[in-house]
């Protein structure tokens, strides 16, 4: 057995780690420096203005739509095949020891049930390392983990230092800098993951050799609002359908901003996490199935908290649209070496999750036209037909709710306007960090860990 002696100490990062921090993925590979044109950002809605002004350039566009469908039929298909048997759980003597990050930024409301969370994990006290990081300027929350964090057992703070970019991926790779586990976990401030995940995700990990990446399900525990609602529904379809198909027929697939563990060697072969990527967990996804490591999905749940303002919701959006544009531009600066890499199947799983799924969203007003002025047809008008079809058809099988049908227009609306917002923030400020708030929702109570 692999006994770590993890450090129980709190401390600053060095300069030199805060460095290596923010640029450990090679440039060619990272979004640091990228500037995006105001033309480039306006070449998505003039492509959607042409395929409903000019017949002949539908036909450009209906591949791409046909590509999105093609992925939401696969995943009908996979509801109805039998689940994917899951290793059995490892005995304590062959456990790997595991690191768990936990970035934290103005998020001192959620740090006891954090804590409690992670005091909840069935893992040996022993083969886990808990770093919690902390931004210097959080007063707040360095406050609040002076509290409730433990002291020993595993547990560590970071203080990461001021500097730019001030984002997620940043502050990971501080923690990553210290982590011993060859396993690592990043769980968010309100990550609430079932008990047995890390045995569960750690055995699918160790019992396949080339498996570098095991994700888990992310799901909401709470209600709200009608977007609230559309934000659970919409994990549902991604972590009850989507994700679990590619997994199935061995497709790379964009990661959870969460609850995904690696094997940290790979991790670091694939230079960390880029820093300035406002979809850190998209961009990851995309390098590591660059390299020919393999990801695999786990239906362990982490239960999350969904927006519950109309503001925090468009905010969270914008920010995860944007990242997507950002990785898609980044990764197709060398297409052809994309696609030799990644192979063809591959390489068109990945355009479905990215550019693919950023042009349906900006194509909901041009379907929405087609539709209320009865001019559906030509090859668009019926791959649009097939992709809404098959989305109502997914929200249908993953939820039973007629209510959670009914909205989706409303919702791919809101979408539309992140999506305008997205295009702004990848013109004129391609890392700021739309930081989502937590501890705002009522949620399920928790016991505290003692």
């Given at each position: 057995?692999?006994?770590?002696?993890?450090?129980?100490?709190?401390?600053?990062?060095?300069?030199?780690?805060?460095?290596?921090?923010?640029?450990?993925?090679?440039?060619?590979?990272?979004a640091r420096g990228l500037k995006v044109p105001l033309l480039a950002a306006l070449c998505l809605p003039l492509a959607l203005g042409m395929a409903a002004l000019v017949p002949w350039a539908s036909y450009i566009l209906a591949p791409a739509f046909a590509l999105a469908a093609a992925l939401r039929l696969a995943a009908l298909v996979g509801l109805i095949l039998p689940e994917v048997p899951e290793p059995p759980p490892l005995p304590d003597a062959h456990l790997p020891?595991?690191?768990?990050?936990?970035?934290l930024y103005r998020e001192a409301a959620v740090l006891?049930?954090?804590?409690?969370?992670?005091?909840?994990?069935?893992?040996?006290?022993?083969l886990m390392q808990i770093i919690v990081l902390l931004e210097e300027g959080d007063a707040e929350t360095r406050g609040a983990a002076g509290v409730h964090v433990p002291r020993g057992q595993g547990w560590q703070v970071i203080v990461v230092p001021v500097g730019k970019p001030q984002t997620k991926p940043r502050a990971v790779n501080v923690g990553l800098a210290a982590a011993r586990g060859e396993v690592v976990v990043i769980y968010d401030g309100e990550d609430r993951p079932e008990v047995d995940q890390a045995r569960r995700a750690v055995a699918a990990l160790m019992a396949d050799p080339g498996l570098a990446v095991v994700?888990?399900?992310?799901?909401?525990?709470?209600?709200?609002?009608?977007?609230?609602?559309?934000?659970?529904t919409e994990y549902a379809v991604l972590f009850g359908a989507i994700l679990p198909v590619l997994s199935r027929l061995g497709l790379p697939f964009l990661f959870g901003g969460t609850s995904q563990f690696l094997r940290r060697d790979a991790l670091m072969e694939a230079g960390a996490y880029c820093a300035h990527n406002t979809t850190e967990d998209a961009d990851l996804a995309v390098r590591m199935a660059r390299?020919?490591?393999?990801?695999?999905?786990i239906p362990s749940a982490t239960f999350e908290e969904a927006p519950v303002t109309l503001r925090a919701f468009l905010h969270q959006r914008r920010r995860w649209i944007a990242g997507h544009i950002i990785t898609a531009l980044v990764h197709l600066r060398n297409p052809v070496e994309t696609w030799r890499q990644v192979g063809p199947a591959g390489s068109l799983a990945l355009l479905a999750q990215l550019p693919v799924a950023t042009l349906s969203t900006a194509a909901h007003p041009l379907g929405f036209a087609l539709f209320t002025s009865g001019e559906l047809h030509g090859a668009l008008g019926a791959v649009l037909a097939l992709g809404y079809g098959a989305a109502v058809a997914l929200v249908w099988a993953t939820s039973r709710s007629l209510w959670a049908v009914f909205m989706l227009p409303a919702y791919w609306c809101l979408h539309?306007?992140?999506?305008?917002?997205?295009?702004?923030?990848?013109?004129?400020?391609?890392?700021?960090?739309?930081?989502?708030?937590?501890?705002i929702a009522v949620r399920p109570a928790m016991k505290q860990a003692c």
């Open positions: 057995m692999n006994v770590i002696p993890f450090a129980r100490h709190r401390a600053t990062a060095s300069a030199a780690t805060a460095a290596w921090a923010a640029s450990s993925v090679p440039a060619h590979l990272s020891a595991l690191t768990v990050l936990l970035p006891p049930d954090l804590v409690a969370a992670m005091g909840a994990l069935d893992y040996p006290r022993h994700q888990c399900a992310l799901a909401c525990d709470h209600g709200g609002p009608w977007f609230t609602v559309g934000w659970r390299l020919g490591h393999r990801s695999a999905f539309v306007a992140a999506l305008v917002m997205a295009l702004h923030d990848v013109v004129l400020c391609p890392q700021h960090w739309f930081k989502t708030s937590h501890g």
